[in-house]
Every structure is written in structure tokens, then in C-alpha cells.
């Protein structure tokens, strides 16, 4: 908790609180009451209210029209980049006031911490003052409830303010950097630079030196073209991975200069990686360039001419009061990341459209040096920064993506590391997949042609984007009309109702409608799934599919070869430039050019997704059809193409040409016990990591976790919950987390159980102290839900596989992991077609989803025992839990099989309770009926 320096007058507004434990409202000046829900909505819907994320009150409430004084928006104006958790415990924790004790408090605090923002605005001090004032007066005509209230407190500055768009730096233009030099790192060396980074005091740890010793081994000079060094490196929990490798990384990168990449899964990785790279670089050079850089996907960073014409009418109502607070931002945050950096996660919540996505660069549109803030952009400057870069930090999708189409090939990463290494399967899989879908194809036509109503915004088709090539070219001007026109074949707005009401428009739409038809026709999920994505094969298919898909290849090929036209005229202009094209105008050509290739391989393989519709299977691919489905919502239909092995196509593209490859993880080896375990435990990390597809056999290094399980945690498999009895499952998640005093991360497999599960418990711990949130339930986004977990002992957190392990809650937050079922595998066609491929292959059906499995339990297991201090239950509520299955569990972790009494009153007594069982009583872990 932290103690106020001062107690900041509260404002004399009132103030208004729900949780799933009651509602509470405060008069300004007044007393705090308990109120009915009722007279809670009444007394929103009367006055202005302060209160905290106001769609979360909403929820609770069941008043999605609420509005108020929300104080996250105005910390968000006051204080814009600053971290703050979105709990009234958050916000006082932010500003150093005290944390309410009971939700009765809250409001009081409500009041204090607005009274505390109002004192900010007053202080000479305040940093964040330059724009502010601008800001408010546009937010004023917007009429964003908070302008009145502040704007007493915000005085007029001397001089008028610079806004954002000359305010942020230019960034500059630097040469190429030179090729690496050939080096080769000495092991001593190597571990005197991990000494460096874990410092002088830091315990010296043999598996970690081991380990940074195997991960310079990726850096020794390559002997032959296609043949990259290649490292698996199984790194069991704390053994210290992300010093061992950023060791080698960094006395590389200074002895050859040259550039690394360690590429992740979660953002949470990427955070820590920037932190604990400051050990190894200093946050600026000498010449102010940054030595490390993270480096996202365009669409994950604000697009300067976006939000330009979001502030300048492109936005309205409450959207543009979004656009005010972004450009707030946009004076402040570190790098313009807005997915993940240092936007607060909430704040597109907060207006609940998706104005976050609208103001970045996500279709597409960017017109590169034709923008007027080209000099200024995030995302040019970030790959300038990254180009010069000792360190990159990347996620798996843009590394693959990279690999497969950067815009500059001298730019490709040639030494990586892909922490996370388990998830680089699921990585390319999707990277190289192929989707012809309704969704896709109407973004195809409007990148072509353009919105087709006066939409808002400022979207335009190729026509405008090229204006000015089109009037000096006249080829060029044919093939962007003849593309326009066939682009009319795609599907258009409405395109969905239309396939409803069976009278479909254009070749692309016939065709999905001819799909649904046919998915929904071989249905035989039996309605048990109903709301969710269903699927069939295709195979088989009837005769009017495949004339669709014919007359639809037809039509792509149509738009095809206008834009292939068009490329060779831009690559013409290129090659014999006219005089008016400056080097702006030149790169502008090289980016249309670029987002050219995009399209028309794209489109290519589309086609061949068609062409193979109706001839013999390739097996090398798996093909469907898909309704996609939410809360029995149809939202999309699609034909998808899948590659049987997508290590295949990233063994070509990311490994042949790279130097030095390290995958490395704490669940890379499978912990099978079958026949020779090492061989077997290594079999399928190797098959996933593309080894097979190269000329070069894998390094493998393991270093097992330092961490004692077996007097730390504790597996409890419960035998008394029926499958399939909701009311059961849902009473037991209230007792094991009232048991355990909140700090329980419940695991799920079906959304639906989830939410089920919540609804039946929320209430009932909210009155007992215990919040719980959930996600597909309240209205935050994951990151933010995990945020506020780890803020609050007492706080429980329900989820689905993206919690399975991207959770990284070290000490008493998280105490306790609970699993509804066993995580079988879901038998979708995809699943289907690589298991019968194991089988075929010998390794049996089984085996394979006992693989996954083992995965899966061993991830989730992952999330409670994060550091040598940690503690804690993992319990799975299924009593077929199969016994097969158990050496998912590190080594000597007590394993049990209790009813849930029994597991209740180990979890009240903590994990001291542990020693009873003997650590040694099982090679994989103690089992006890
Ligand atoms: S250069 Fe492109 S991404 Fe950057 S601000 Fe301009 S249009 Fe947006």
C-alpha cells in the first residue's frame, strides 16, 4: 500500500461504484450509501458521475448506455505513457494515494483521486503540461465531461503551443550498415560477459553458464550457404535463459557489428527482454541512436496521417474524444507502439469501437514519402532504428513475415533467436497459411477501389493513391482502371446478408455462398458446438462449389494480371525515371510497388487454393471450408489451405538463408516416458523446429529448472466432479478459490463453460472480498485482465489458451492454478489430418494428442512456480485424468488424486503440507490414490 504525502481535496462531485458485491454512491461533500442497482442507474443517468472504467460499471450493471466522469480517461489526459492499472486499488496505487479496504471506499477515493488529477493540472511541475491546454479546448467542443471540470485548473500558456506534428522529432537517414564480421566467440569470454550482466553478487549458476556457452555456438561463422547453425536449447524455468543468451548476443553484436534478433510469443517477454537488455546496452549511444529496439508489426503503432485526419472531422462523437487523448499520447510515449507499449491497454476499451485499430497503419494504406509526416512516422523511424540496431526485439509472426517479404532484403535477420521456441510452430502455421475469405477479399477491393460509400476516413483505392503516376503514365493509367473494374468482382458491403438471403453478387460472393451452403449442408456437430466456427473438408464437394470456384479463379485472375501490368510500369518509371520524380516521389513508387507484390501473390495463391477445389489432393496441404461463428453470429466464411508441415516453407524462407538459429524454451522437449526418453524427448522438438528440412543437424543443450517442485508445489487431481455437471464445476471453483484466498488463475478449454462457470461465481466471492475477472467476459483486454490480477493478492482470473502461458505473476498473486479438464486436443480437420500423418509416420495417433497434451498441462503448470520463492497448487478437476499423462510434471512434484474435500483442506493449508509425500516415490512425481 502505498501512504499519501499529502491528501488530496476531494472534488465535490458525486461518486459512483459497482461490483458484482453491491453498488455504492457518494454525494459530493456527502456520506457514502449501499444503493440499489436501480437507484444506481438513476442517479448516472441524472447527474454527471465520477467513477472508474465506465464499461466495466456498465457490465455490472447492466446498463451498457452509461456514461460519466471516467477517471481513467482523465488520467489518461493528464498523464498520457503512464502505466496505471485500471482497479480503483490501481489508480490510487498510481497516485500514491491510499488503497480503498472495501468496495464501500471506493468512492471516497474516486473523489480524492480526482481532486489529486485537478491538483496535477494546478502544479507548475507538471511534465506532461506541453499540448495540454490546445487539447482541452478541442476536447471542450467535443464535449468531453471532464473539459468543464478541468479546464478552471489548466491555465492558457504564454506562448501558443506547438501541436504533436511539429513537436515530434525528424528521424534521420543513415547509411547501410556494413556485413557482420566473421567471428568466433571463446567460451571463456562468453561466460565473463554473463558474469558482467548477472553482476558481482549475483549466484553463479553452472546450467546457466552451460547454457550461455551452447547459445554462442549459433555465432561461429557459417560453413557452408543453407546450412545455418541451428540450436535447440530446452531451458527449464529459472534457470536464468534471458541473460544466458543475451551474453553471447551482445559480445557478438559488439565484436562484429552486427545485428541480433530474439524474437517472442508474448509481449509480457518483450517487456522483460527491454529490461534486462539495459545490463548489456545503454538506452542511447554516443550518437543518440538506440542500441536496442523493439520492432512490432505495422499495425501495431499509430499512424501519424491517420490520427491527423481522425482530430480534423474523420472521427466523431466519442471516437474523437479518442483521437484528443491519443495525440496527448502521441507527445509522450517511447516509440508510437500503441499494441502492447505504452498506451494503456484500456484506453480503446474505454470507447469500445475499434478506434485503436482505425488510427493505425493496419490495411495497408500507408503512401510512404508521399505522407507529410513521413520524416516523424513510428514506423519508418522504428525500421531505420532497427536497420542500425545491436538488438532487435520482434515477435514470431513479423520475423517470419520479415523473412518472407521485407521491403529491404539487406534487412532479414540472419542471426535469431526465438524465445518461446514452443510457439514457432503455431507461428509459421499461420504465417504461410492461405485464407480466401469474404473478410479478406472485401479488404482486397477496397485497397483497390476504395470505401464504397462516403465512408469516414481516408481511405482511398489505388486510383487516388497513384494520381499523379496515372496522369504522366498512360499504360500505368489503363491497368489501375482495368484493375478498378475487374475489382467490382469481389465482394462488397452487405456481402454477408446477401449470402443469408441466398442471392449473392459477383463471382467471389457466388462461390461463398456456395460454400456455407455446402459447410452447413455436412454439418455434424449436432449443435453441440452451435455459435462456434463449423467446418467441412474439402473433398468431395458438390458440382455447383466447384463451378463457383472456377467462374471465382476466373474473376482473381482477371484482377491479377491489371496489377501485374501495373508493377511493371512502376518498376519501368523506376528504372528510367522522369524528371519530376524526387527521392520522396521515388520511395513513395518503391512502397506502392512493394504493397503491389503483396497483393498479387496473394491473390496467386488464392488461386491456386481454387484450383485445387476441384482436383486431387495435394498432400502436402490441408484444405477447408469454415462458417466462422461467434455467439451463433456468422461473421465470416472461408476456404483455407493449411501446410501439413508448415516448418517446411520456415525452414526455406527464415532458416536456409539466416546464419545462427537458437530455439529455445522451458517446454521445447516433450517429457514422454516412452522407450529411450532423451531420443524421445527430443523427437518431436526437433520436428517442429524445421531441422528436417535443412542440411544441418541441431545442436540440442538442456538445462533442467533449479527449482525445488517437490517441496514447492503440488498436483491435485480431483476425482469427485462429474464431466459435464456444470453446477458442480462451478461450485468447485468458488470453494478452491474462497480455500485459497483468491490468487487462482482458472484455466478453460470451451469459452462457454467459462462464462457459465462465471456467471455462477462472480457474485458470490465478489461479497466475500474475492473479485474475479474473466476474460470473454468483462470488458478488458487480456494484457490489462493480467495486469490487474497481478495488482491484487486477492483477485482470481478466468481465461482460455491465451493465459495458458502468457501469464508471468511471480510471488502471491498467483498461488494457484486450476484446470476445468484434461486439454484434449479439439479433433477439427487440421488436427485430424496431422495426427493421421503421425500415424502414418509411426508414431501413433495417441501419441501424437498425448504430445499436445503434455504441452499444454506443462505450460499451464509453468505459470505457478515462477521464481525459487514461489509456492503453490496445480489442480486438475477431471477424474479420468489419464496416469499416462503425468510426466507433463517436473520431475518429484507431488502428484495426488483427492476428492475435493480433501483438496480443499490442502489448499487451506498451504504447501507445507507437501512434505507427507515422498518426492522420490515416482520418477515423474509421487502418485497417491
Ligand atoms: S508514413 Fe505511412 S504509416 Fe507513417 S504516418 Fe504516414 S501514412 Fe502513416
Not at 558481482?200 to 561463422?221: M, S, T, V, W
Request: glycine fraction near 10%; include cysteine.
Amino acid at each position: 500500500m502505498t501512504s499519501p504525502t499529502t491528501l488530496p481535496e476531494p472534488v465535490n462531485l458525486p461518486a459512483l461504484h459497482a461490483s458484482h458485491g453491491g453498488h455504492w454512491l457518494r454525494a459530493g461533500g456527502g456520506a457514502t450509501t449501499a444503493v440499489s442497482k436501480g437507484d444506481a442507474i438513476m442517479a448516472a443517468a441524472d447527474t454527471p458521475v465520477l467513477l472508474i472504467n465506465a464499461p466495466l460499471v456498465a457490465s455490472r450493471l447492466g446498463y451498457p448506455d452509461l456514461s460519466g466522469l471516467d477517471l481513467l480517461e482523465a488520467f489518461a489526459f493528464i498523464h498520457p505513457a503512464r502505466f496505471c492499472v485500471p482497479t480503483p486499488r490501481g489508480l490510487a496505487e498510481a497516485l500514491g494515494l491510499l488503497v480503498p479496504e472495501s468496495d464501500a471506499a471506493v468512492p471516497e477515493l474516486l473523489q480524492r483521486a480526482a481532486g489529486a488529477l485537478v491538483a496535477v493540472c494546478r502544479d507548475p511541475e507538471w511534465v506532461e503540461r506541453e499540448g495540454a491546454w490546445s487539447a482541452l479546448q478541442s476536447l471542450e467542443r467535443l464535449r468531453w465531461p471532464w473539459a468543464q471540470v478541468l479546464k478552471p485548473h489548466i491555465a492558457k500558456p504564454e506562448k501558443a503551443e506547438r501541436w504533436l506534428f511539429t513537436r515530434l522529432p525528424e528521424w534521420e537517414e543513415a547509411g547501410d550498415r556494413p556485413a557482420p564480421r566473421q567471428v568466433e566467440l571463446a567460451p571463456p569470454a562468453v561466460v565473463e560477459q554473463l558474469a558482467r550482466l548477472t553482476g558481482d553478487n549475483a549466484e553463479q549458476r553452472e546450467g546457466q553458464r552451460a547454457y550461455a556457452k551452447d547459445a554462442a555456438r549459433i555465432f561461429a561463422p557459417r560453413s557452408a550457404p543453407g546450412r545455418p547453425h541451428l540450436a535447440l536449447a530446452q531451458a527449464g524455468t529459472g534457470i536464468g535463459k534471458t541473460l544466458g543468451y543475451l551474453a553471447p548476443a551482445s559480445l557478438w553484436a559488439a565484436q562484429s557489428g552486427g545485428t541480433v534478433w530474439v524474437s517472442t510469443f508474448t509481449k509480457n517477454l518483450q517487456r522483460q527482454l527491454r529490461a534486462e537488455s539495459r545490463r548489456a546496452w545503454p538506452a542511447r549511444r554516443a550518437d543518440g541512436s538506440p542500441p536496442v529496439v523493439v520492432r512490432k508489426g505495422r499495425e501495431n503503432y499509430l499512424c501519424l496521417l491517420n490520427l491527423e485526419d481522425a482530430l480534423q472531422g474523420g472521427f466523431a462523437g466519442r471516437a474523437a474524444i479518442l483521437a484528443q487523448l491519443v495525440a496527448r499520447w502521441g507527445g509522450y510515449t517511447r516509440d508510437g507502439d500503441m499494441v502492447g507499449g505504452d498506451l494503456p491497454g484500456w484506453l480503446g476499451t474505454l470507447f469500445r469501437k475499434r478506434g485503436i485499430a482505425a488510427l493505425t497503419d493496419s490495411r495497408g494504406e500507408c503512401i510512404y514519402a508521399g505522407c507529410p509526416h513521413y520524416r516523424k512516422c513510428f514506423i519508418e523511424r522504428a525500421a531505420r532504428d532497427s536497420a542500425q540496431a545491436d538488438l532487435v526485439i520482434a515477435n514470431h509472426a513479423l520475423v517470419m513475415v520479415n523473412a518472407a517479404r521485407a521491403r529491404d532484403p539487406n534487412q532479414r535477420p540472419t542471426r535469431l533467436i526465438f524465445d518461446e521456441g514452443h510457439h514457432v510452430f503455431d507461428a509459421a502455421d499461420s504465417t504461410f497459411a492461405a485464407t480466401l475469405s469474404g473478410q479478406e477479399a472485401i479488404e482486397l477491393r477496397r485497397w483497390i477501389i476504395g470505401p464504397e460509400r462516403e465512408a469516414r476516413g481516408r481511405r482511398r483505392g489505388l486510383a487516388a493513391r497513384l494520381a499523379d503516376l496515372a496522369s504522366y503514365d498512360e499504360a500505368g493509367a489503363e491497368a489501375i482502371a482495368a484493375a478498378c473494374k475487374a475489382g467490382q468482382m469481389l465482394p462488397s458491403e452487405g456481402w454477408l446478408q446477401r449470402l443469408t438471403e441466398n442471392a449473392p453478387s459477383g463471382p467471389v460472393e457466388a462461390l461463398l455462398g456456395a460454400v456455407r451452403t455446402a459447410t452447413y449442408a455436412r454439418d455434424e456437430s449436432g449443435g453441440i458446438e452451435a455459435g462456434y466456427a463449423i467446418e467441412t473438408e474439402a473433398a468431395g464437394l458438390p458440382g455447383d462449389v466447384i463451378e463457383a470456384a472456377s467462374a471465382a479463379g476466373e474473376a482473381l485472375a482477371a484482377i491479377r494480371v491489371p496489377l501485374i501490368r501495373l508493377g511493371g510500369r512502376l518498376e519501368a518509371i523506376l528504372a528510367d525515371p522522369p524528371d519530376w520524380l524526387d527521392a520522396q516521389g521515388r520511395a513513395r513508387i518503391e512502397g506502392a510497388r512493394f504493397a503491389l507484390i503483396w497483393r498479387i501473390d496473394l491473390i496467386a495463391a488464392w488461386k491456386a487454393l481454387l484450383d485445387r477445389l476441384g482436383g486431387p489432393a495435394d498432400p502436402e496441404f490441408v484444405d477447408w471450408l469454415a462458417v466462422d461463428r461467434s455467439d451463433a453470429r456468422e461473421f465470416d466464411v472461408a476456404i483455407h489451405r493449411r501446410w501439413l508441415d508448415p516448418m517446411k516453407p520456415f525452414a526455406q524462407v527464415v532458416l536456409e538463408p539466416a546464419h545462427g538459429v537458437l530455439l529455445t524454451s522451458a517446454t521445447l522437449t516433450d517429457r514422454t516416458t516412452d522407450g529411450d526418453a532423451a531420443a524421445a524427448q527430443w523427437a518431436s522438438a526437433i520436428a517442429r523446429s524445421g531441422a528436417a528440412h535443412i542440411d544441418s543437424a541441431p545442436l540440442l543443450s538442456a538445462a533442467t529448472s533449479p527449482f525445488d517442485y517437490a517441496s514447492r508445489a503440488e498436483v491435485l487431481i480431483i476425482t469427485d466432479i462429474k464431466k459435464g455437471d456444470l453446477p458442480a464445476l462451478a461450485g468447485a471453483y468458488a470453494r478452491l478459490i474462497e480455500a485459497s484466498g483468491g490468487g487462482v488463475l482458472g484455466l478453460f478449454t470451451a469459452i462457454r463453460r467459462l462464462r457459465a462457470v462465471y456467471g455462477r461465481v462472480a457474485d458470490r466471492l465478489a461479497r466475500a472480498g474475492l473479485p474475479v475477472y474473466a476474460q470473454h467476459v468483462d470488458p478488458i483486454d487480456t494484457g490489462t485482465l493480467v495486469d490487474i490480477f497481478r495488482d491484487d493478492p486477492r483477485a482470481s482470473l478466468l481465461g482460455t489458451d491465451a493465459l495458458r502461458d502468457g501469464v508471468d505473476v511471480p510471488g502471491q498473486s498467483l498461488r494457484c492454478v486450476v484446470l476445468e479438464q484434461v486439454p484434449w486436443p479439439r479433433p477439427d480437420i487440421l488436427h485430424k489430418a496431422r495426427r493421421a500423418a503421425a500415424n502414418k509416420a509411426g508414431g501413433g495417433g495417441s501419441a501424437y494428442d498425448d504430445r499436445i497434451i503434455r504441452a499444454k498441462l506443462a505450460q499451464a503448470f509453468g505459470r505457478l512456480i515462477r521464481s525459487k520463492d514461489d509456492a503453490g497448487h496445480f489442480i486438475v478437476l477431471s477424474a479420468a485424468f489419464p496416469t499416462r499423462l503425468l510426466s507433463a510434471f517436473p520431475l518429484g512434484t507431488p502428484v495426488l488424486r483427492v476428492t475435493l474435500d480433501e483438496a480443499l483442506q490442502r489448499l487451506a493449508a498451504g504447501v507445507s503440507s507437501i512434505d507427507t509425500v515422498d518426492p522420490a516415490a515416482g520418477a515423474q512425481g509421487a502418485v497417491l490414490t
